[in-house]
C-alpha cells in the first residue's frame, strides 16, 4: 500500500476529528446560547455536517484504485474553502480570555481560538499534500513497479 493512499485514510479521520473539535468549539462559544436552548445544538450539527462530504470524498479516493480526478479537485476545493473560511474566522475573531478562568494555562489551551488554530494548521498540511498529489505520479510509479511479460524465446541448435 502506498504511502499517498494511506494519507487520504488519514485524513479522512481527520476530517471526522475535525468535526468534533470545531464542534466542541463552537459549543465552548455558544455554551450561554445552548444553556438557554438545548435545541441550538441541532442547529449547530445541521451547520457543520457538510463538512463531513469532505471526509466521505477522502475515502472514496483511498478505497478507489483509479479515482476519478474530478473527485480529487472537489476535495482540493473543499480543504480550499475550509482552509479559507478557518484563517478568515481567526484573523477576525479578538483574542479575548474568559472570565474567571485567565489564571489557568489549560483554560487557555481549551479557548475555542486555540482549538482552530490547530484545527488550521493540521488543515494546511492536508491542502498541501492534496495540491502536490498528482495521480499520473501513482500511475508511473505503478507502471515502474511492476515487471515487463518477456516470454521465452528457444534458440535453436546450430549442429
Known amino acids: 500500500m502506498k504511502l499517498n493512499r494511506v494519507f487520504f485514510l488519514i485524513g479522512a479521520f481527520w476530517e471526522l476529528l475535525r468535526f468534533i473539535l470545531l464542534f466542541a468549539a463552537l459549543l465552548l462559544t455558544f455554551h450561554p446560547l445552548v444553556i438557554v436552548n438545548r435545541q441550538a445544538v441541532y442547529w449547530l450539527l445541521l451547520f457543520g455536517s457538510p463538512q463531513l462530504l469532505l471526509a466521505a470524498g477522502l475515502l472514496v479516493l483511498y478505497t478507489e484504485s483509479d479515482p476519478p480526478p474530478a473527485l480529487l479537485n472537489l476535495v482540493r476545493l473543499g480543504k480550499i474553502l475550509a482552509v479559507f473560511s478557518s484563517s478568515l474566522l481567526f484573523v477576525l475573531e479578538p483574542l479575548s480570555w474568559r472570565p474567571g478562568l485567565a489564571g489557568s494555562l489549560l483554560a487557555f489551551l481549551a479557548t ?26 501513482e500511475e508511473n510509479n505503478r507502471r515502474r513497479d511492476s515487471l515487463p511479460d518477456f516470454k521465452e524465446s528457444k534458440i535453436p541448435d546450430e549442429h
Open 112 to 137: 475555542p481560538l486555540i482549538i482552530l488554530l490547530v484545527v488550521l494548521f493540521i488543515d494546511l498540511i492536508f491542502l498541501l499534500f492534496l495540491l502536490s498529489y498528482s495521480p499520473r505520479q
